[in-house]
């Protein structure tokens, strides 16, 4: 299995500065079709999971452009370039390059 | 607007059998892959199962191979998941999910609890 590994577990961010995440996995996510199959959700507290970012870099629908993702092979990174309140929740990566398809551990940011 | 809706959660005893069921619309339900996704209370989140767009093929996780089935009904715009020999460490929340990759759209969940 392919495993997902974020860090921070957690981060405390006042309003209007910058977060980031990172997720590792233990092998590359890079396909044969070119494609990076890396994800981004965001679950708010008694919701379901949110896309927002797709194979690495593509926002979502809807999705404000203060996210962005980056990385490749097995090294990503989330970025939300001035944190508002409503972006509190957990944060979750997730390969689906190969199956089963693993998510992270999560990341919750809360605001200081 | 896409919209999934789960039903057929509930209690259940360790060894009882569950049928859950995703209704689906605004969108062309045969034209996807589609998931199931679960999440322990206070837990992350796990990938159960998925299917193909005319359920050819069918993929589970470790954990639940052998007693849970994935399976759908494209004339109803259906998604089902029936759980058999259910064990303690299956209760969650089961999420009706769009897509075999990339998880677009979500139902809000439904929820199993399995104890005696």
């Known amino acids: 299995d392919i495993v997902m590994t974020q860090t921070p577990l957690s981060l405390s961010v006042t309003p209007g500065q910058p977060a980031s995440i990172s997720c590792k996995s233990s092998?590359?996510?890079?396909?044969?079709?070119?494609?990076?199959?890396l994800y981004w959700y965001l679950q708010k507290a008694g919701q379901p999971p949110q896309l927002l970012i797709y194979e690495v870099s593509n926002r979502f629908s809807g999705v404000p452009d203060r996210f962005s993702g980056s990385g490749s092979g097995t090294d990503f990174t989330l970025k939300i370039s001035r944190v508002e309140a409503e972006d509190v929740g957990v944060y979750y990566c997730m390969q689906s390059k190969e199956i089963p398809p693993l998510f992270g551990q999560g990341t919750r940011l809360e605001i200081k | 607007e896409e919209q999934l809706v789960e039903s057929g959660g509930g209690l259940v005893q360790p060894g009882g059998s569950l049928r859950l069921s995703c209704a689906v619309s605004?969108?062309?339900?045969?034209?996807?892959?589609m998931t199931w996704v679960r999440q322990a209370p206070g837990k992350g989140l796990e990938w159960v199962a998925k299917?193909?767009?005319?359920?050819?093929?069918?993929y589970y996780v470790d954990s639940v191979k052998g007693r849970f089935t994935i399976s759908r009904d494209n004339a109803k715009n259906s998604l089902y998941l029936q759980m058999n020999s259910l064990r303690v460490e299956d209760t969650a929340v089961y999420y009706c999910?769009?897509?075999?990759?990339?998880?677009?759209?979500w139902g809000q969940g439904t929820p199993v609890t399995v104890s005696s």
């Open positions: 605004g969108f062309t339900f045969s034209f996807y892959w």
């Open positions: 092998q590359s996510l890079l396909y044969s079709d070119g494609k990076t199959y």
């Open positions: 999910v769009r897509g075999g990759w990339r998880f677009a759209y």
């Open positions: 299917i193909k767009e005319d359920g050819s093929e069918k």
